[in-house]
């Protein structure tokens, strides 16, 4: 089957290190993703990776794969209160017509 | 380059009207999507389509429908408005082969 699974509330202390978890069980997935939601907004993309990754690191964004536990992560360095924010995993389905299914969704908080 | 444009934005429905959302992306994507977003429940894929002509259903596709008639243009049908129907709707696009998925800013319907 299809499913993302997130933990929904995460709490950081401004300029601490965020670490939003991620599992995904369909293994035919071919890009994983991390898209972060502002109030009110639409869905933008923060950083993929290729399923045939293990890490990807793009400025204080760090993307680490375990394929074969289906566990994926984001770690934001230096968390700021900019950061605040929805963070959804998301993987896409190969195959077919490349379905992207989303986990709910992790909600972060980051406090002074 | 609008990229992803969904109208209306806001809509309040009475039980049992039938309304139109519209989404147009100018990016000649292949790939597009109607999502859902309940709170706290993240996105649920109504409706995706790989092509003009072509639909398929999504995880939750009961109390809607969809038609692909061009390339720009995917519109997601409620027939028969219900208080269950109440949510924030996203339509997304994705080119062939390409690895984001653009996302429109999201229709708020309320049914009453």
């Known amino acids: 089957g299809e499913d993302v699974e997130q933990s929904l509330f995460l709490s950081v202390r401004e300029g601490d290190s965020s670490v939003i978890n991620c599992t995904y069980t369909?293994?035919?997935?071919?890009?994983l993703y991390w898209y972060k939601q502002e109030p009110g907004a639409g869905l933008q993309l923060l950083t993929y990776?290729?399923?045939?990754?293990d890490m990807k690191q793009d400025q204080r964004l760090t993307v680490l794969l375990n394929k074969k536990d289906k566990h994926l992560s984001l770690r934001i360095a230096d968390t700021q209160t900019g950061d605040s924010a929805i963070y959804f995993c998301?993987?896409?389905?190969?195959?077919?017509?490349?379905?992207?299914?989303f986990g709910a969704g992790t909600r972060l908080a980051v406090h002074p | 380059n609008a990229g992803v444009t969904q109208t209306p934005k806001f809509r309040i429905l009475k039980i049992g009207q039938s309304m139109t959302l519209q989404c147009a992306q100018d990016m000649n994507h292949n790939y597009m999507y109607w999502y859902r977003q309940d709170p706290g429940m993240g996105l649920k894929l109504i409706y995706y389509s790989v092509g003009a002509g072509i639909t398929d259903k999504g995880e939750v596709p009961n109390g809607y429908n969809v038609s692909r008639s061009t390339t720009e243009d995917f519109p997601l049908r409620l027939e028969l408005a219900a208080p269950s129907q109440t949510s924030v709707y996203f339509c997304?696009?994705?080119?062939?082969?390409?690895?984001?998925?653009?996302f429109g800013q999201g229709t708020r319907l309320t049914v009453v």
């Open positions: 990776i290729f399923s045939n990754m």
């Open positions: 998301a993987e896409s389905i190969s195959g077919g017509y490349n379905k992207l299914i």
């Open positions: 369909d293994s035919s997935s071919t890009y």
């Open positions: 997304a696009s994705r080119g062939f082969g390409n690895t984001e998925a653009f």
